[in-house]
């Protein structure tokens, strides 16, 4: 289950007033949950046996096989991680000393159906493998990305001045572009995000 999470996309989620990132797996055998609100991460990875029990306790007068329960699960957190809540469905949060509580209410077969989510704050190699090295890497792509465009644009600069230099006239003088500076270019967007980050 956790290999088959690490391809699933993280979605933003709002629960009440708080906004968490989560991903999800859920397969007949069982689901695993992450979620976080970027100062804790939370998972909850349960088995098909764990699901019975649980449904037992909290759907009394519903008598629905594991797997058909998983899948009803499924997809009823579906449309929460694609960001289209379903009217019929409601999800709230509650955190505890020991994880966070994901709480949902809706129906199966006419009947009220009841889940919950006891998530327990992730182990540190879980919280690497799925949240810190996917990030390191986006970051390094991206500086990567940027470096390439910024050579690219000097490139352009260099073109646009050779043929300044040949005698060519910029038809539309709106047209008319400074030459890429890198380095002011990296302070002003540093500055940009200081003061969106405060």
Request: glycine residues 4%; hydrophobic residues 40%.
């Amino acid at each position: 289950l956790e290999s088959s999470l690490l391809t699933e996309p993280w979605a933003s989620i709002c629960l009440g007033e708080s906004t968490f990132l989560a991903k999800a797996c859920f397969r007949d055998t069982g689901y695993i949950l992450l979620i976080s609100d970027l100062s804790s991460v939370w998972c909850e990875n349960a088995d098909a046996e764990a699901v019975g029990q649980r449904s037992k306790e909290l759907n009394k007068r519903l008598t629905v096989h594991v797997s058909s329960f998983l899948h009803r699960l499924c997809n009823l957190m579906s449309p929460l991680l694609a960001g289209k809540l379903d009217a019929a469905t409601s999800f709230s949060c509650h955190r505890t000393a020991g994880g966070l509580s994901l709480h949902v209410k809706s129906e199966l077969s006419g009947l009220p159906f009841y889940w919950d989510f006891h998530c327990s704050p992730a182990p540190v190699e879980m919280v690497s493998r799925h949240l810190v090295r996917p990030l390191i890497r986006m970051s390094l792509a991206l500086q990567y990305q940027v470096q390439e465009l910024a050579s690219l644009l000097l490139q352009k600069d260099a073109e646009i001045e050779d043929y300044r230099e040949s005698g060519a006239i910029l038809s539309r003088d709106r047209l008319r572009t400074e030459p890429f500076q890198e380095e002011t270019f990296q302070q002003n967007f540093m500055a940009e995000v200081r003061s969106n980050a405060s």
